[in-house]
């Protein structure tokens, strides 16, 4: 089936401006996480939905930066007056819950929004 | 705080030769240690789970949590691993990713 979708794959905008990142997870799957990946590092964990709630936004790095998941599906993370900073991909991961009732382990990721703030 | 460490940023090795990409961690708990790797122009993805112990792609990992590691070791490396490598521990229900080694496997 389909993998994890995101939406658009690159974004230019200037300093100052809103943007909004599109993520649709695999088909099912309650978790969806978003994480942020600057130039040589590993992805950083930003936030964490559980079916529509967001269960840990603990990585957020401030208030400049939301994320909504109204139906359960689809994610948008939203970034106000963009700063220079923020430029990164913004990589997506959902993940199922097993028959047992418990969250199988692997994280599917879809393949990244660049962002550059010019 | 939960850490990971991947001292190298860049391996180089021919095909044939073995291949040890180290992976450090610090976490109070028993830690959920994973290997994912991002191939040229793809996504990335779960190469292996130390929970399973298997082997993928020829590649193993074992936990050693006296010293805290998790390093990925191929004992013939083919140029068709190359590609950029990242340890991961569980925490909570996030993942917490190392720096990434490159891995460069050449003829």
């Known amino acids: 089936g389909a993998g994890v979708s995101q939406t658009p794959s690159n974004k230019v905008t200037e300093k100052g401006k809103y943007v909004e990142l599109r993520c649709d997870p695999i088909s099912g799957h309650t978790a969806l996480y978003w994480y942020r990946q600057s130039l040589g590092q590993g992805p950083e964990f930003l936030i964490y939905?559980?079916?529509?709630?967001?269960?840990?936004d603990s990585g957020l790095p401030n208030d400049r930066f939301f994320a909504v998941r109204p139906e359960g599906s689809v994610s948008t993370l939203k970034i106000q007056r963009t700063e220079r900073g923020d430029s990164a991909v913004y990589l997506c991961?959902?993940?199922?819950?097993?028959?047992?009732?418990?969250?199988?382990?692997?994280?599917?990721f879809g393949p990244g929004t660049r962002l550059t703030v010019l | 705080a939960q850490r990971v460490t991947q001292p190298e940023k860049l391996l180089s090795v021919f095909k044939g030769a073995p291949v040890e990409l180290k992976c450090n961690y610090s976490y109070s708990g028993s830690p959920e240690l994973f290997w994912y790797v991002q191939y040229s122009r793809q996504r990335l993805q779960l190469l292996l789970r130390?929970?399973s112990r298997e082997s993928i792609k020829g590649f193993t990992a074992d936990l050693n949590k006296g010293e805290t590691s998790f390093h990925l070791k191929k004992p013939f490396a083919q140029e068709e691993d190359s590609a950029m490598y990242y340890c991961?521990?569980?925490?909570?229900?996030?993942?917490?990713f190392g720096a990434g080694t490159i891995l460069r496997v050449k003829s």
């Open positions: 991961a959902s993940r199922s819950l097993g028959t047992s009732g418990r969250y199988e382990d692997t994280q599917y």
């Open positions: 939905f559980q079916g529509t709630g967001a269960a840990d």
């Open positions: 130390h929970i």
């Open positions: 991961a521990l569980t925490f909570g229900n996030k993942l917490v």
